[in-house]
């Protein structure tokens, strides 16, 4: 059906992100395929991976014991999305990743994670890093007729996280995950602050000094919208990091 109808079929998670633009008619389609019957909404581990199915929501994230304990970064992620239970039930992880809205939490995290992402279509099964996957803001690598079936993860349990937004309800206007790195190191990925996720990594993380100059001079094309200019995003990103990896180091706030 999406080959058949392509341009004018969309594969519909849960709806939150389509659904409100389409009644607005600033996406038009005669076709939407729901994926919720193809036994998607599942979060398993194989053979050392953990596999999160295109259905699964962020309630679902929330509640999974198998993420709290081998991806910490997703759950405590997922705790700071807004909308209340009525986006968190349904809004999934990988309708969020396929939207590619810069300003939005999943994006970063799952980037942060290194994600492998699984794209069925008319010629079978293909494999794509998030680094690949992610093009630009809105557009993301899916061909005629594909859609992604799950996002599969290495386990990673630790992981700290922070955003910064206007207030308790509103979305984001930077993110930053951190995970440990090689050596005593962090990786610090951004998301919201320019159309694709910004990765820093510091050597010492407890040094303010370095963790700055990093970040600030990996920030070449911040991203503008009405939450925030992109002069502002520059500005409080290294502020953002640094919360995240002392949610990593837990360190006391
Ligand atoms: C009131 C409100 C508050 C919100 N607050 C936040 C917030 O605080 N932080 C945040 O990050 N986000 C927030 N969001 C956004 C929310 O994260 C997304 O709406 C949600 O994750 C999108 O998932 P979905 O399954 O509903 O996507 P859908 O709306 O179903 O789909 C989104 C897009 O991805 C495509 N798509 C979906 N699934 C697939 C698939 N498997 N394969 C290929 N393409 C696919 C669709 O065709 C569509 O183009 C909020 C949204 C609302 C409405």
């Given amino acids: 059906m999406l080959l058949e109808h392509h341009g004018n079929a969309a594969v519909v998670g849960g709806g939150t992100f389509l659904l409100p633009r389409m ?16 036994g998607l909404r599942q979060i398993t581990s194989t053979d050392g991976e953990i596999e999160i199915g ?6 679902d994230v929330l509640e999974s ?36 809205f810069p300003t939005t939490d999943a994006p970063g995290a ?11 279509g008319p010629d079978g099964r293909r494999s794509v890093p998030i680094s690949d996957f992610l093009i630009d803001a809105f557009v993301v690598d899916l061909r005629p007729g ?7 993860f ?11 937004k206007h207030s308790t309800g509103s979305w984001p206007i930077v993110t930053a995950s951190a995970v440990p790195g090689p050596g005593g190191s962090v990786r610090i990925t951004l998301g919201a602050v320019e159309s694709l996720p910004v990765v820093v990594t510091v050597e010492d993380p407890l040094d303010r000094t370095e963790l700055k100059h990093r970040v600030d001079s ?9 939450l925030a ?15 995240a990896v002392e949610d990593l180091m837990g360190v006391p706030k």
Avoid at 110 to 120: K, R, S
Avoid at 154 to 164: N, R
């Fill in 110 to 120: 799952v980037f942060a994670l290194d994600a492998m992402v699984d794209i069925h």
């Fill in 229 to 243: 200019p992109g002069s502002y995003r520059a500005d409080i990103a290294a502020a953002v990091a640094r919360r």
């Fill in 146 to 152: 594909e859609f992604v079936s799950s996002m599969r």
């Fill in 154 to 164: 290495a386990p990673q349990p630790s992981g700290g996280y922070c955003k910064v």
């Fill in 65 to 100: 014991d198998l993420l709290r304990s081998n991806l910490a970064l997703l759950p405590r992620m997922a705790r700071g999305i807004t909308g209340g239970r009525q986006i968190t039930q349904q809004g999934t992880l990988v309708g969020a990743v396929c939207f590619h």
């Fill in 23 to 38: 009644t607005r008619h600033l996406l038009e389609y005669e076709h939407v395929v729901d994926l919720k019957d193809l």
């Fill in 54 to 59: 295109a259905s699964v929501s962020y309630v």
């Fill in 218 to 226: 990996a920030i070449t094309a911040p991203w503008s919208d009405v």
